[in-house]
């Protein structure tokens, strides 16, 4: 049974740095895409960041420059490290993992920026 487990989120001041981090239980985990989406209150669920299974990123324009996605194979695990946190990327954070057809979720972690 495939299994993600976000771990990292809490309470930052703005300005402020986190790192969440997901692992998975995922046989091949090198070969899937992974990415970090986000839902805020009221809002859909956007992409914030994805790295592909040959280490290429991107990101959503709001975090370009503050966030930096990353992967350790070796852990089955995907971090999202949050620098210059602001308001607005208060939200649940949820890991993803996709190959092909297959597309897994974490059940997420909350991030709350507030002073």
């Known amino acids: 049974q495939v299994q993600l487990v976000e771990s990292g989120g809490g309470l930052v001041q703005p300005g402020g740095s986190l790192r969440l981090s997901c692992e998975a239980s995922?046989?091949?985990?090198?070969?899937?895409?992974m990415g970090w989406y986000r839902q805020a209150p009221g809002k859909q669920r956007e992409l914030v960041a994805v790295?592909?299974?040959?280490?290429?990123?991107n990101y959503a324009d709001s975090v370009k420059g503050r966030f930096t996605i990353s992967r350790d194979n070796a852990k089955n695990t995907v971090y999202l490290q949050m620098n210059s946190l602001e308001p607005e990327d208060t939200a649940v954070y949820f890991c993803?993992?996709?190959?092909?057809?297959?597309?897994?979720w974490g059940q997420g972690t909350q991030v709350t920026v507030s002073s």
């Open positions: 993803n993992a996709r190959r092909g057809a297959l597309a897994y």
């Open positions: 995922i046989t091949f985990f090198r070969l899937y895409a």
């Open positions: 790295i592909t299974s040959g280490g290429s990123t």
